[in-house]
T-cell receptor, first 111, second 113 residues
Framework: KQEVTQIPAALSVPEGENLVLNCSFT??????LQWFRQDPGKGLTSLLL?????REQTSGRLNASLDKSSGRSTLYIAASQPGDSATYLC??????????FGPGTRLSVLP | EAQVTQNPRYLITVTGKKLTVTCSQN?????MSWYRQDPGLGLRQIYY???????DKGDVPEGYKVSRKEKRNFPLILESPSPNQTSLYFC????????????FGEGSRLTVL
């Protein structure tokens, strides 16, 4: 059964720092991997979607990489801002049309 | 505006009183799904639907029912709610499945007393 983990569970950094969030999954038989942002009491917003055949995706200050064979993805946030404070979740879609989510990384960017 | 709309956003009910949480999307998406989010357990899939009249169980389907009579709507039905179904529920949709970005609703916070 697919399991997704994320490290660290929480992270607090000063504004302007570059940071890396990690996501690991146990079964490499996936269609894609997505990174989401969740603000308190809100729904999830998709940030980046990486197809299984791709190695990385970029959107603005965000860059996500995927190493399917090793079961790992990283989300890189450049020049962090207080508005980036949120919980970041990764999710993989397996061959059964099932999305499996990680527990999330709670990020605080301090002004 | 492209969106997934859930109602109600907040609900307090009592054990055994049937309730329905509605979900509607305006993006003509084929794939729709329901999740519950609990502290320490993360997001878990309840049911999903690949298209009209096609539904399948996710990881935690017990105590829930769904139907997909129209492409845009995917209601979640709790026939006899119990306190362990107190949770934050999310509906999501995408088009097409396998390759699509997943769009989420704002969530429905349900408390069962």
């Amino acid at each position: 059964k697919q399991e997704v983990t994320q490290i660290p569970a929480a992270l607090s950094v000063p504004e302007g720092e570059n940071l890396v969030l990690n996501c690991s999954f146990t079964d490499s038989a996936i269609y894609n991997l997505q990174w989401f942002r969740q603000d308190p009491g809100k729904g999830l917003t998709s940030l980046l979607l990486i197809q299984s055949s791709q190695r990385e995706q970029t959107s603005g200050r965000l860059n996500a990489s995927l190493d399917k064979s090793s079961g790992r993805s990283t989300l890189y946030i450049a020049a962090s801002q207080p508005g980036d404070s949120a919980t970041y979740l990764c999710a993989v879609e397996d061959y059964g049309q099932n999305f499996v989510f990680g527990p999330g990384t709670r990020l605080s960017v301090l002004p | 505006e492209a969106q997934v709309t859930q109602n109600p956003r907040y609900l307090i009910t009592v054990t055994g009183k049937k309730l329905t949480v509605t979900c509607s999307q305006n993006m003509n998406h084929e794939y729709m799904s329901w999740y519950r989010q609990d502290p320490g357990l993360g997001l878990r899939q309840i049911y999903y639907s690949m298209n009209v009249e096609v539904t399948d169980k996710g990881d935690v389907p017990e105590g829930y029912k769904v139907s997909r009579k129209e492409k845009r709507n995917f209601p979640l039905i709790l026939e006899s709610p119990s306190p362990n179904q107190t949770s934050l529920y999310f509906c999501a949709s995408s088009f097409p499945p396998y390759t699509g970005e997943l769009f989420f609703g704002e969530g429905s916070r349900l408390t069962v007393l």
